[in-house]
């Protein structure tokens, strides 16, 4: 029923990725994966087909806008099997997969129609055939951000008593100690922290602060 639905709606509310930054220098100097947030919008498909063949496998909806094309996959009892993601990825097509599986079976074609054109429609990505336009740009800015924060940090030493740091860059004003444990680890400045016996460092590149807020556009 949901795809008797959809080919006559042919509107789906869509999961548009957005890039999610990571300004830790720490999460940089390791190369932290990107990440992505994502923020559902309706789009109006121009030809919605049913059962359509594409290759080797039969995708449940061949959504076209434009020159854009987008393959749905319903699930209500079964999951996708691997052996059509491995297809769908090899092929590099875009795919969504839309899980109706807690839908009940007593939902009425207008409840259904009515869930189906909401946001709360529970939609994943099989396969982004295409990456988000900034992807590249992104690679690139972490790039010369790991460079910068590899060659501007420098070691602090704490005790090992109350683990406290004396000279911390970012805190230069205040009279009072600067206790780390409560502030470094989820500082953005801070790169690193190794502890032993004997003594607690922390690798830093608060005195390069400013240098690394523009690169990150702060």
């Not at 795919?95 to 839908?103: A, C, G, P, R, T």
């Not at 207008?110 to 709360?120: G, I, N």
């Not at 190794?194 to 690798?203: A, G, P, S």
Request: overall charge neutral.
């Amino acid at each position: 029923m949901a795809k008797e639905i959809l080919a006559e709606t042919k509107t789906l509310y869509i999961p548009f990725p957005k890039i999610r930054h990571v300004a830790q220098a720490e999460a940089i100097l390791r190369g932290a994966l990107i990440q992505f947030d994502y923020e559902y919008k309706p789009v109006q498909f121009d030809v919605v087909e049913m059962e359509r063949w594409k290759g080797k496998y039969r995708p449940d909806l061949k959504c076209v806008r434009g020159d854009n094309t987008l393959f749905v996959e319903i699930i209500v009892s079964h999951q996708l099997d691997e052996e059509k993601i491995f297809k769908v990825k090899d092929d590099n097509v875009s795919m969504i997969e839309i899980d109706l599986s807690n839908v009940g079976r007593e939902i009425t074609r207008e409840e259904l129609a009515e869930f189906l054109a909401s946001p709360k429609t529970p939609v994943r990505w099989v396969n982004m055939a295409k990456n988000p336009p900034e992807y590249d740009e992104v690679l690139k800015q972490r790039k010369e951000l790991r460079q910068f924060v590899s060659q501007s940090q420098k070691v602090l030493l704490a005790t090992t008593s109350n683990e406290v740091i004396f000279d911390c860059p970012i805190k230069t004003r205040l009279d009072r100690p600067f206790v780390y444990s409560d502030r470094c680890p989820a500082c953005r400045y801070c790169a690193g922290i190794v502890r032993n016996q004997y003594e607690t460092k922390v690798w830093c590149i608060g005195d390069n602060a400013w240098e690394y807020n523009k690169l990150l556009g702060l």
